[in-house]
């Protein structure tokens, strides 16, 4: 199958710092990615839509300017959590499409386990 | 709104036996559906995915969907320990959006 990387794996960061959390799709392009949050013991949420070239499409409920994300390129997303604080604490995951637009299966990054103090 | 209902658990099923999963959609027109396991502290990782009616095997899994029933399981024979985990359903819907069940937690007892 298709393979997602994410970096970093973990993240320990203290309150009102900014992290970057990147994910790339290492053997095929995406015009779409995906940006999931999970809380322990809780199912995914999708966060937003992050799509090469133009605006990322956010959930509702989703602080745009909190969660920043940017798809530069067709094998690169990046979601940045600006002014982090301890209930940002969460399992971020990413996404991409094996077929690289959106309607295909997904395949998952292995997750970025982020720790704010 | 269109759902994805799956039951929580915890299902606990004895080592050898055969494990059966379920998850029912809302949404009659939707077009794929998926089968991810999520062990504790991991991303997702895809087990099977099924378009048509009907049933489709791939080693110890077979999935079973049932468009009419707006239904679709993931059966797992023998049953290993290393099965335990949480089973996510997810659903691509007439919008082609992807909905997700919150997962069906199993057990395998030795």
């Known amino acids: 199958g298709a393979v997602v990387s994410q970096h970093p794996s973990r993240v320990i960061c203290k309150s009102g710092t900014s992290v970057k959390i990147e994910c790339r799709s290492l053997d095929f392009q995406a015009t779409t990615m995906f940006w999931y949050r999970q809380f322990p013991k809780q199912s995914l949420m999708l966060m937003a839509t992050s799509n090469e070239g133009s605006k990322a499409t956010y959930e509702q409920g989703v602080e745009k300017d909190k969660f920043l994300i940017n798809h530069a390129s067709l094998t690169l997303s990046t979601l940045t959590v600006t002014s982090a604080h301890p209930e940002d604490s969460s399992f971020y995951i990413c996404s991409a499409p094996a077929s690289g637009g959106s309607t295909d299966t997904q395949y998952f990054g292995p997750g970025t386990r982020l720790t704010v103090l | 709104q269109k759902e994805v209902e799956q039951n929580s658990g915890p299902l606990s099923v004895p080592e050898g036996a055969i494990a059966s999963l379920n998850c029912t959609y809302s949404?009659?027109?939707?077009?794929?559906f998926f089968w991810y396991r999520q062990y504790s502290g991991k991303s997702p990782e895809l087990i099977m995915f099924i378009y048509s009616n009907g049933d489709k095997e791939d080693g110890r899994f077979t999935a079973q969907l049932n468009k009419a029933s707006q239904y679709v399981s993931l059966l797992i024979r023998d049953s290993q320990p290393s099965d335990s985990a949480t089973y996510l359903c997810?659903?691509?819907?007439?919008?082609?959006?992807?909905?997700w069940g919150a997962g069906t937690k199993l057990i395998i007892k030795p």
């Open positions: 949404d009659r027109g939707s077009q794929s």
């Open positions: 997810a659903v691509m819907d007439s919008n082609y959006q992807l909905i």
